[in-house]
Structure formats: C-alpha cells, structure tokens
C-alpha cells in the first residue's frame, strides 16, 4: 500500500507533473513565478485546496453523484467545492498573511479556475482512485505544480540580474525557460 501511494505521488509530481507534462496550471505558473518566497505561498495554497478538493469530489462522487445518477453534474459540483476551498483559504492568508496575501494578489481567487485543480479531481475519479490514492495523487499533483513554480521563480530571480536583451525580457524568456523545463522533465518519462 505504502509503496503504491509512493508510485503515485513521485508520478503526479514528476513524471506527470501537471504544468510541465499536462499543461495545465500555467496561468498562475506564469503570473506567480517572479519570487520564489511567493511561489512557495501559492503553491501552499493549491497544495491545501488540491488536497482537499481530492478527498470532497471522491467522497461527492461515492457517495452522491453516483447513486443518485447524477455523474453529469459532476464537473458542476467539483467547481463548487473547488471554489469554497478556495475561498476559505483566502480568509486565512489574508489574516495570517497580509503581505502574501497581496503579493499573490488575483491569482489566489484564481485557483479557482485553475485547471490543475479540477483537472486532478476529475482525473482520480477517472483513474478510479480511492480515497487514499485520491488525496495522495492531487498533494503529489501540487507538489509537482509548487516544485514547477519555485524552479521557474529562482531561475527568474537569477534572469532578473542577469544582462538579457530587451527582447527577451519578461514573459518571452519566461515561455523559453518553462519549454527547457518541460524537455528536462520529460526525461522521467518511463521511469514510473
């Protein structure tokens, strides 16, 4: 059992890492990625919400949607959870937090159209996960999409003092930067 939740986590975060193999996520990986003490915020963020959506929808899907044959709800409902989770979480950095709370700005209320986020709930239903494997699979998910955001933040640290050409600065080396981090994560491609 342990090793298998081992498989899945090193797989969502790694080998199947949401923003570099998926492509999903890539808002918030592009607007949050300038400080790597902001990445962390957001990804503690996303990694509570992809956590707990993970645990809600299964538990939505189990026990409601599908005994009541309501399945074509589904993406409906997982966006409802997905949203007070989010919200919920604001309410806590803003009072524990007030400068991560601004420096994440409008993209902690957009977690709630991250499509990592749905994309990992709807993914452990597909996969037929349970429990366990659904909570697991989605922290193994936000530590691949924290882990993406906080590579990117200090490469970008390091640009940011760098001599760049005018051209290239910004988002332009941003999107060159994240397809050489795509190519090297799709190095593990096999390896689980």
């Not at 933040?153 to 050489?180: K, M, N, T």
Request: glycine share 8%; proline share 3%; hydrophobic share 60%.
């Amino acid at each position: 059992m342990i090793r298998s939740i081992l498989v899945i986590v090193a797989s969502a975060a790694i080998v199947n890492n949401f923003v570099f193999k998926q492509v999903l996520g890539i808002c918030p990986f592009l607007g949050i990625s300038n400080k790597v003490e902001t990445s962390l915020g957001m990804g503690a963020a996303v990694t509570f919400v992809m956590a707990m959506a993970s645990a809600v929808t299964w538990a939505l899907q189990r026990y409601l949607l599908i005994p009541l044959k309501l399945e074509y709800l589904q993406t409906i409902m997982f966006i409802l959870v997905i949203a007070t989770l989010v919200q919920l979480v604001e309410m806590f950095i803003k009072k524990s937090s007030p400068s991560l709370y601004r420096a994440l700005g409008v993209f902690l209320p957009l977690i709630t159209t991250n499509c990592a986020v749905l994309g990992v709930a709807l993914l452990n239903i597909r996969s037929e996960y349970n429990l366990a494997e659904s909570v697991f699979n989605g922290v193994g998910a936000a530590i691949g999409f924290t882990l993406a955001l906080v590579l990117l933040a200090g490469i970008r640290e390091r640009l940011d003092e760098s001599e760049v050409s005018p051209v290239f600065q910004g988002l332009p080396l941003a999107l060159i930067v994240a397809g050489i981090l795509a190519l090297a994560f799709s190095g593990f491609q096999g390896v689980i």
